[in-house]
């Protein structure tokens, strides 16, 4: 696989081919990524799965025009013919008086902070199969567990390179390891399955491969025999592993291209206390071995660490240079690029700042309530707001975890849900975008 070097020298040529053939500006990604991973399955191996693959996006602007194209062939009369037929899209495409380049002063120039998102040391297949077989193997050994998905382990790497040809040419390696379980408790009379995983940068990181199989072995047993519940108004508990969900919600509707198009229901709230006074969400894109942590976006742009919410409200909106300019706003080092087009708003780490309760204090009064530990369906509304869902998890009576529940629905809008939040203190990393538990009086459930 390529180096970042060699992914940033790639991106240099090929804008430099599109200012020959008539480009005003352009800029250039460049990506490269290796995986291997070993899934096995009833203590045999199942597959082994090698993969590479290397692209590089162009895009181009002939005065307020601009076009975009991308491409696996590194050939050079390919590259050439690339760069020829992108200026040629410009030149037909409609006028976009937003689009552009990154202003030359704001483009990130400082030193390169080791951030350690690669570790250097490659697992060999037999280490990835030992590692999946472990994991399986504990699954399987709890008790009520009668069958397996599979075990697997994988590490992977990439290389970022960017070029613009104003100036910018950086770029970054990085990698990933994880290891999941996924197993099945019950008999045709009622199955029910649950999986358990961890992805960390450095190997060295992640949990026990036994823990992990273990884990998705206790949480699939517990699911056994699910009932229901009356359907009415109560206090919902949102596991972390899908309350970042939820917060991810309020992610999408802070990116400035949805307030561009009018497509968020924040429009109107930024002023609005949404959350509760104590809530705080900040954003630490330069948290070492963190799994979105980056140095600059995919524009050029320095990332830096910012309060998304705080005192209650929101802190503005998430641009890239295109939706910065359609609302006159600064650039915030928002910007993602994918295999091609123009780019987008992504985040990078995020977390909601843990509150004082422990999980326990904070369902010790409810007395019937929902914890919810898995969500189906795609039943939220971004622009309304309009949030309802499938869920299943485990109902609390009298402060206490009761049995498990599922084939039920959660409604509510994000706003409302929003205010009546409430963290609990047991903040993990490990998703990108973290929570604690948190409980939120008054949505609507319906059961039998």
């Known amino acids: 696989m390529i180096s970042s070097d060699a992914a940033v020298a790639r991106c240099q040529d090929l804008v430099e081919l599109a200012r020959k053939h008539g480009a005003d500006a352009a800029d250039a990604a460049c990506r490269a990524s290796a995986s291997e991973s070993v899934s096995v399955r009833l203590g045999e191996l199942e597959e082994v799965e090698r993969s590479e693959s290397e692209e590089i996006s162009l895009r181009v602007f ?13 050939a050079p009369e390919g590259l050439a013919m690339l760069a020829q037929r992108a200026v040629e899209m ?11 380049l990154v202003p030359e002063e704001r483009l990130f120039t400082g030193d390169y902070p080791d951030l350690e998102l690669f570790d250097p040391a490659e697992p060999s297949p037999q280490e990835l199969r030992e590692a999946a077989l472990a994991a399986e193997d504990a699954g399987r050994a709890v008790a009520g567990v009668t069958n397996s998905n599979g075990g697997s382990a994988s590490a992977s790497r990439g290389v970022f390179g960017l070029a613009t040809s104003n100036g910018f040419a950086r770029g970054h390696t990085s990698g990933s390891h994880s290891i999941s379980a996924s197993v099945v408790a019950g008999d045709s009379s009622g199955m029910e399955t649950d ?13 026990d491969a036994a823990s992990i199989g273990t884990e998705a072995g206790e949480r699939v047993v517990r699911k056994l025999g699910p009932g229901s519940l009356p359907s009415k108004r109560m206090p919902v508990v949102f596991d972390p592993r899908v309350g970042n969900g939820v917060l991810g919600h309020l992610l999408g509707a802070m990116g400035a291209p949805a307030i561009a198009r009018k497509a968020s229901f924040l429009l109107g709230r930024e002023d609005e206390a949404l959350f ?16 979105r942590s980056r140095v600059f976006d995919g524009e050029g742009v320095q990332a830096t660490a910012r309060a998304l919410v705080e005192g209650g409200r929101i802190f503005g909106w998430l641009t890239n240079v295109a939706s910065a300019s359609q609302l006159g706003l600064g650039l915030t080092g928002h910007a993602s690029r994918g295999g091609g087009g123009s780019p987008g708003v992504s985040v990078s780490n995020v977390m909601m700042e843990p ?22 369906g795609q039943g939220v509304n971004l622009v309304t707001g309009d949030y309802s869902r499938g869920a299943s998890g485990f109902r609390i009576i009298g402060g206490e975890i009761a049995g498990p529940v599922s084939e039920i629905t959660i409604a ?3 706003p409302e849900m929003f205010r ?25 459930v319906a059961g039998e």
């Open 195 to 207: 999986y358990a995983y961890a992805t960390k940068r450095f190997r060295a990181d992640l949990p």
């Open 62 to 74: 002939v005065g307020r025009r601009s076009s975009s194209i991308n491409t696996s062939d590194f």
């Open 90 to 100: 410009a030149r037909l495409a409609p006028e976009d008086p937003y689009a552009g």
């Open 276 to 291: 509760d006074n104590a809530i705080r969400v900040v954003e630490d894109p330069h948290r070492k071995r963190g799994l």
């Open 420 to 444: 009546a939040l409430v963290p609990a203190n047991d903040l993990e990393f490990k998703y990108g975008i973290d929570v604690p538990t948190f409980r939120i009086d008054g949505m609507s």
């Open 412 to 414: 509510g809008t994000l």
């Open 355 to 376: 509150g004082t309760a422990s999980v326990a204090e904070l369902i010790a009064d409810i007395e019937d309530g929902l914890y919810v530990t898995g969500l189906f």
